[in-house]
């Protein structure tokens, strides 16, 4: 990719100067996009950072770096919430998703356009991950459901599903927490056209999923299955809440070979990105409502 595609304006940066949160959108292939100025100079140092390793590392030890990163940047419930459905970019604020989502962006958009790398090209890459068919169209045209990120992920070669593999176990439950717990969500509450809109697109999307098969490694499982989960992976822990897929998402790391998986996460407890302190397995056996965990591996 060459600079000029790749390479930020100085009206973009002149506009971010002045605006605490700006929507921009830099030509006709650039999606919209609301962020801050220091999400933009973190990422934009990040991409910097993994650039100059690329070459070098595989996407496991990139997507490490990419998440070491982001420790100590704040926990925020619904970062993407709020208002008009829009492409919205933060790195100093996360939930624990939008912290796997963003390392895997950041990951991907340096491989595709290396040290020319800049904001732009990294909302090209999180509208194509985060809505359904790259297009975003509203509340309901973002991938909610994990499972769906997931399915839409492996279909585009951005990672793939090795739970199986590892002796994951089917998860036959249907997905309907959204739709029964509508008053959960803004969007979904209310007796709105909006609201109603919504709610039978969510339900569609739910009723799609039922067609699909998702795995998880219980966690008693999870000793002999540890030693084929790599640093790096990303792991979706699937709780014991009916009709929802998964409450948490994490980055798998070991600091060296041979020790025990732990993980990297946007953590609500601590209240900030940490690695942490626990094993991985010490971790889901101190909570019952989690059942196992869904691997994912780079390419």
Known sequence: MSAASCASSLALWLCLAVCPACIRARGTDVPRYESAPEDIALAERLMDGLAARADAEPSAE????AAMGLLGQPYVAGT??????????????????????TCLGLVQTVQRCGADARMDDLARTLL???YRDGVADGYASRLHYTSEWILQGVENGLFQ?????LGGVRDPRPLRFMSTHPDSYDALKGESAAAKENLARIRSVERRLDDYARYYIPKEK???????????DILCFAPSIEGLDYSHVV????????????FIHASSSAGKVIVEP?????????????LGVTVLRLP
């Open 161 to 165: 599903d090795v739970t199986e593999k």
């Open 80 to 101: 993407l919430e709020g208002g008009e459905e829009r492409l919205r970019i933060y790195l100093t604020k996360t939930d624990c998703i939008l912290f796997a989502e």
């Open 62 to 65: 990139l997507m490490v770096r």
């Open 128 to 130: 194509r991950s985060r």
């Open 222 to 232: 999870l000793a002999a299955a540890e030693s084929g989960i790599r640093s790096g």
């Open 278 to 290: 626990r094993t991985l397995e010490a971790y889901l056996k101190a909570n019952r409502r989690i």
């Open 251 to 262: 980055i798998a790391y070991r600091e060296k070979p041979g020790d025990r998986l732990g």
